[in-house]
């Protein structure tokens, strides 16, 4: 009873005492003490956040006072700022919080951040140190105290998780890497990402391009050497190059790539179970897949009966003489058998000479570099031409493509690009499913309005461009990222599908999200991931008002508004050089939920290129961390 007397008669005390010096801040007092006559040339508290006696107070709250004048800010530091609060012997007890400090001259606030957060539902006495000085040298004299008590965590609604990110101070250089790959200021660029089971980073790249022309004169400008190969940089879980990996991390793969200029032309990435790495992409106009072993040297055993390292598909596939063909997308694919097949996704021109007018190209190779007969038997194309490999034109021959691929529980394929099916003029993302084996599954949007069974065709209103899909934990399928291509406002553009293939209506607009990052009219999207809990980040390029651009990612809710606690009103933006950067593809790592299911903790690997002002695009990833606030429930 009388422990229980003391205990209450110091925490009035303690009221008391906060209560006189918060008076005093507005001219009845100087601070903590028991002289309440304000001296007017000394500075003084005038108010404080969170309010004196305030409740459920978040258990990471920004500690703000304002002061009568303006202060020094040398003297508003770590040490003019503590915490107590009373332990099991009703003694007051100061705590040890790293603090960290702003002082705003235009408002007179200081703002004192915890590094780390508080209990919950517990009364704390806050106090400003009296030796605080304003410009004048002038100290306070006196402390302030106030107290405030941190809200129930028994009460769900009170407080919510929210992310944001920021560059990771772990990897890189605070966050960036980029690399001029071969040193010679050439087009180099980044466009597809994985982590081998080491934790080290695989990158793709085309490499060691020279011009686009040869030379112009007066009659115009006239084809050169395109020699862009394939590479592939390793790089540990830091950011640091691997030298164990080909030469000083880069492994080149000699492919005389004529479009590997282009960053719409993708290549393919995937890393077998035995720890073989698959990469291709359009090589003298085939599409081309190449093996290489773990030191990044090339497999010579894989197609050893045909051309040794690497496996081929010719550029007259689809139809177009001597034209070309491309790899975008590589998966492995389980066989149902405890092996496994490759999966390969691009596109294969469908018209001779160099009219562009493209094809899905899909095909399946056996492990031995061999294309595998059993796959793309589809009874829409008996007899078969290409036992192994489909070409897809939907009914028209313009601007249709591969460019991602997810391999489902079942061994089903879901396949995403682009057509123009019904309207040449008009390019729209597209989404496909087949069964493990590559027959159009017809299940899968049905009767929709394209026609077409098994596909469905999603138009934002002008040509929409997709380069990267994802599949989220409920099965619903995520794709989208650059629409209105080419016209006088470019944005990010997201849709969302369910697992059947329909629109998800609960998902944005119809299914749909359009984001303008404000900045100009070039917002380039290009690169999308899923978190568990359904948010969705999509990744690209913004332009600013002078025409440069910077890495830029957006955050989606599971319903598909942006996420304001995610960056600056949703966005983040990263500049590597001052100059144009873009995102080209993301990859999730690390990421950590609890019992729940709730997310804890990810971070996200962004891949593309970085330029310096005047010169040509480096090879360039960024990596974040997230970083998660505690936030009253709406």
């Known amino acids: 009873m009388v422990a229980n007397l003391r205990k209450i008669a110091l925490f009035f005390t303690a009221v008391l005492i906060s209560t006189i010096g918060f008076y005093a801040g507005y001219g009845c007092g100087g601070g903590s003490s028991s002289n309440i006559v304000v001296n007017s040339e000394l500075p003084y508290v005038i108010s404080v956040s969170p309010a004196d006696g305030a409740t459920g107070v978040v258990i990471n709250p920004t500690i703000e006072v304002v002061f009568s004048k303006e202060m020094d800010a040398s003297s508003i530091n770590a040490g003019a700022f503590f915490l107590s609060t009373y332990d099991a012997v009703e003694t007051a007890k100061a705590l040890v919080v790293d603090v960290s400090v702003q002082y705003d001259y235009s408002s007179k606030m200081a703002m004192f951040s915890i590094s780390s957060d508080l209990n919950y539902k517990t009364t704390y006495v806050a106090t400003v140190s009296g030796q605080v000085r304003d410009t004048e040298g002038n100290a306070m004299g006196s402390d302030f105290t106030w107290s405030f ?169 689809g139809g177009g003489g001597s034209n070309w063909a491309g790899v975008f997308s590589i998966a492995m694919q389980p066989d149902g058998l405890g092996g496994e097949k490759i999966l390969v996704g691009g596109i294969s021109n469908t018209v001779a000479d160099w009219a562009v ?175 568990p809990d359904g948010s969705v980040i999509v990744g690209g390029s913004s332009n600013n008002a002078i025409g440069d651009s910077d890495f830029a990612l957006v955050m989606l809710t599971p319903d598909g508004a942006i996420d304001t606690n995610f960056g600056t009103d949703g966005f983040i933006l990263t500049d590597f050089y001052g100059s144009s950067d873009t995102i080209l593809k993301m990859k999730l790592a690390d990421v950590e939920t609890n019992a729940d299911g709730d997310i804890v903790s990810f971070k996200l690997l962004a891949v593309g290129a970085a330029t310096h002002p005047g010169s040509k695009p480096d090879l360039a990833m960024a990596r974040y961390r997230s970083v998660a606030h505690e936030v009253p429930a709406e």
């Open 149 to 317: 008590t941190t809200a129930d965590a028994e009460d769900p609604s009170e407080n919510e998780i929210v992310f944001s990110a920021e560059p990771d101070p772990d990897f890189g250089t605070d966050g960036l890497f980029s690399h001029d790959v071969n040193g010679l200021g050439n087009v180099e660029y980044a466009s597809n990402v994985l982590f081998q089971p080491d934790d080290k980073i695989l990158i793709s790249s085309y490499i060691n391009w020279t011009n686009l022309f040869d030379y112009c004169a007066p009659g115009g400008c006239f084809w050169g050497d395109h020699n862009a190969d394939l590479g592939v940089v390793r790089v540990d879980e830091n950011g640091v190059l691997d030298p164990t990996f080909g030469v000083g991390g880069v492994a080149e793969v000699g492919c005389n790539s004529f479009w590997g200029v282009q960053w719409w032309l993708l290549h393919g990435l995937a890393l077998q179970s035995d720890g073989k790495i698959l990469v291709g992409g359009e090589c003298e106009r085939h599409a081309r897949i190449f093996r290489l072993n773990d030191d990044g040297s090339i497999d010579l055993t894989f197609n050893a009966a045909g051309t040794p390292g690497y496996a081929e598909i010719e550029p007259d596939i």
């Open 357 to 531: 007018q493209p094809a899905w190209l899909f095909a399946r190779f056996n492990l031995d570099g061999t294309l595998d007969a059993t796959f793309g038997l589809d009874p829409r194309y008996a007899p078969f031409a290409h036992q192994g490999i489909l070409v897809e034109t939907w009914g028209t021959i313009h601007n249709d493509g591969i460019r991602d691929m997810a391999v489902l529980a079942d061994r089903g394929i879901i396949a995403y690009g682009n057509s123009s099916h019904g309207n040449p003029a008009n390019i729209d993302f597209a989404m496909a499913r087949y069964s493990a084996d590559g027959v159009l599954d017809t299940t899968f949007s049905a009767g929709d309005a394209d026609g077409v069974d098994g596909l469905n065709i999603i138009d934002f209103g002008g040509s929409d461009w997709g380069y990267s899909m994802a599949v989220a934990p409920d099965g619903k399928l995520v794709g989208g990222e650059h629409v209105n291509c080419c016209a006088p406002t470019n944005d990010f553009g997201v849709f969302r599908l369910t697992s059947d293939g329909a629109l998800d209506s609960s998902f944005g607009a119809g299914g749909k999200v359009q984001i303008d990052f404000g900045r100009s009219d070039a917002d380039i999207g290009n690169a999308v991931v899923v978190l």
